[in-house]
């Protein structure tokens, strides 16, 4: 199994701050894909990233893929309550499909 | 609309009672797979299949047996359920293996 690694677990902030949360891994991935998560229900999918290097922006989210193909980022923008859910990045393995730990967020009014 | 239905969506049930999550889908997708979500410890697939009569485990399948006799469906079934597959369980589908995972809404199981 492909492990992935997501930092900070967790993150509370304040609405119109920024912030930056971490995927990383060993091991090289075809692909990457970011996904948010809202109490009782399943992951839904915000963007996969497929080259080294690229950059996807999703308005205020931006989603980097490492050039060597290891790590993603996720960088919100004047973050606001409706963002606050559980950020999930995942990457094939096989016909399998890993799931990182995730970054809880929490944005306050 | 393309979903990922599964059913019960709630259940509590006793140790050792026979009992089976199913779980559906209408975008004639390839593969599917089932998930289970624990505080602290992610997402973890259980099993998954690549197609009719194609599964293979994931990384927690002790306790649990899943079967693809048709595309669409790929039920969960826990034969002899124990207090420690207390869980929330996610059922999701896919085109292929590099595709997104569409994902049911959950079944909270609770197992006394």
């Known amino acids: 199994t492909q492990l992935l690694e997501q930092s900070p677990q967790f993150l509370s902030i304040q609405e119109g701050e920024n912030l930056t949360v971490y995927c990383n891994s060993s091991s090289v991935f075809s692909s990457l894909q970011w996904y948010r998560q809202e109490p009782g229900e399943g992951p839904v999918l915000l963007v996969t990233?497929?080259?080294?290097?690229e950059v996807k922006k999703l308005k205020r989210l931006t989603f980097q893929f490492g050039d060597a193909r290891k790590d993603s980022s996720l960088h919100i923008t004047a973050a606001q309550p409706g963002d606050t859910g559980l950020y999930l990045c995942?990457?094939?393995?096989?016909?399998?499909?890993?799931f990182g730990k995730g970054t809880s967020l929490l944005v306050t009014p | 609309e393309a979903q990922v239905t599964q059913n019960p969506r709630y259940l509590i049930t006793v140790t050792g009672k026979k009992l089976t999550v199913t779980c559906s889908q209408n975008?004639?997708?390839?593969?599917m797979s089932w998930y289970r979500q624990d505080p602290g410890l992610g997402l973890r697939q259980i099993y998954y299949s690549m197609n009719v009569e194609v599964t293979d485990k994931g990384d927690v399948p002790e306790g649990y047996k899943v079967s693809r006799k048709e595309k669409r469906n790929f039920p969960l079934i826990l034969e002899s359920p124990s207090p420690n597959q207390t869980s929330l369980y996610f059922c999701?589908?896919?085109?292929?293996?590099?595709?997104?995972?569409?994902f049911g809404d959950g079944t909270r199981l609770s197992i006394l």
């Open positions: 999701a589908s896919r085109w292929t293996v590099n595709q997104p995972q569409h």
């Open positions: 990233v497929v080259t080294g290097g």
């Open positions: 995942a990457g094939p393995s096989g016909y399998a499909l890993n």
């Open positions: 975008m004639n997708h390839e593969y």
